[in-house]
């Protein structure tokens, strides 16, 4: 089976991939050699006081136009963020909620930081949280459409869930949110930068992501994106300079006791950008450009198809069982009721975990199944070789 991405070039670029197996990208993912020296010149000129200001705004509007690029978004969609958590609280909190209004969401499968934002609204302003229960590790798309009424303001859900890792299909929720005027709210941490994503076709009108897992970069950065029919009539639960229009005015300029916000998605930016984490992103999303999202997909899901089928002949309980439509990037293995605490952790998983480790195969455990989660550096060689340090363990 070959590779369908240039492997002497791209594995010379992530050089963790000589010393080990790295398939922990929903984890964190790695950087690239050309991210890390973009980051070089900013902190030279940090140590030497010299003000790069203006350059690096320059840089925070060229990375907003790349991300909408990456999404299939229009620029003044795209707030820059601290991380996708931000991105969830920043929606939820700019929503005008009313006693009975509801959000519906897929609890059990979802990470902790799109519950909780949906669990201190609810307290503060009495809405209620309308849980859709998971089929064998998946969210059903008709149960969440169905959840759907006239009173619902919010549906939130992950692309792809941090945990089996199954896709989720979005367009009955898609089209259900728009008969009932709903806000469908998509945390994409975990499919952008692996899987292709534009948000057109999923129909999304919010999209959140973080940098550092398969965006390849910092800690510290994310991306909103709010379809503009939205953005417009939303207002932020807090302002900062970047969060109003005031023209050409410098950023010291004096407030007047009129405040006009921004256009679209920038009017939820509070505060000074990090810009280490946009040199970052800018640099990492040039190359997986480059490269190209569909290229990229197409190489993760084969190889992962390849892990979980080797890892199903070997007996091992492999969530979601065959390949299939449901599969992107990820393979977990465990049992699925575990997912909700429900039932006792096999331990067996541990032990194959930590036999992993042992074997430089990084992975990771999450909710108590065994987490393998790949990118664009990940090879059918590599499958294989896992393949066969589990069958060793099994030994």
Not at 110 to 120: C, R, T
Not at 204 to 225: E, I, R, T
Not at 332 to 358: E, F, M
């Amino acid at each position: 089976m070959s590779h369908l991405l240039p492997l002497d070039v791209l594995r010379q670029e992530f050089p963790a991939t000589k010393s080990a197996i790295y398939m922990d990208v929903a984890n964190q993912g790695l950087i690239s050699r050309t991210t890390r020296m973009s980051m070089d010149q900013h902190l030279d000129n940090r140590l030497n006081g010299l003000n790069d200001e203006e350059q690096m705004m320059e840089l925070v509007e060229a990375t907003r136009s790349k991300f909408a690029e990456f999404v299939g978004a229009r620029k003044n969609e795209i707030a820059v963020t601290k991380n996708a958590s931000e991105g969830i609280n920043i929606i939820g909190n700019a929503i005008d909620w009313k006693s009975g209004d509801n959000v519906v969401l897929c609890q059990k499968l979802e990470h902790a930081n799109n519950i909780l934002p949906w669990l201190q609204l609810r307290d503060k302003y009495k809405i209620e949280l309308r849980v859709v229960e998971p089929d064998n590790g998946s969210i059903p798309p008709e149960a969440v459409a169905k959840a759907v009424d006239a009173r619902t303001r919010i549906v939130t859900l992950s692309t792809v869930t941090m945990v089996p890792g199954f896709k989720m299909t979005m367009k009955p929720i898609a089209e259900a949110c728009r008969r009932f005027g709903a806000f469908l709210l998509a945390d994409a941490s975990q499919s952008v930068g692996i899987l292709h994503t534009d948000v057109r076709d999923l129909g999304v009108d919010g999209l959140v992501a973080s940098s550092y897992k398969g965006l390849m970069g910092l800690y510290g950065l994310g991306f909103l994106y709010c379809r503009q029919e939205w953005a417009d009539r939303l207002n932020p639960a807090y302002l900062a300079r970047f969060s109003v229009d005031l023209g050409n005015a410098p950023e010291s300029a004096a407030i007047s006791d009129s405040v006009k916000l921004r256009s679209g998605a920038p009017r939820f930016e509070i505060g000074h950008y990090n810009f280490p984490g946009v040199i970052a992103s800018h640099a990492s999303m040039i190359q997986l450009m480059e490269i190209g999202t569909t290229s990229i997909e197409q190489s993760v899901t084969s190889v992962a198809s390849r892990l979980a089928s080797g890892l199903l002949e070997l007996g091992l309980p492999v969530c979601g069982g065959a390949p299939g439509d449901h599969m992107g990037s990820m393979v977990a293995l465990g049992d699925p009721a575990a997912l909700d605490g429900s039932r006792d952790v096999d331990r067996r998983i541990h032990s194959l975990h930590q036999y992993l480790t042992k074997n430089k195969v990084i992975v990771s455990m999450r909710r108590g199944m065994l987490r393998f989660s790949l990118h664009l550096y990940n090879t059918a060689d590599e499958a294989d070789h896992v393949v066969g340090v589990a069958k060793k363990w099994l030994a």
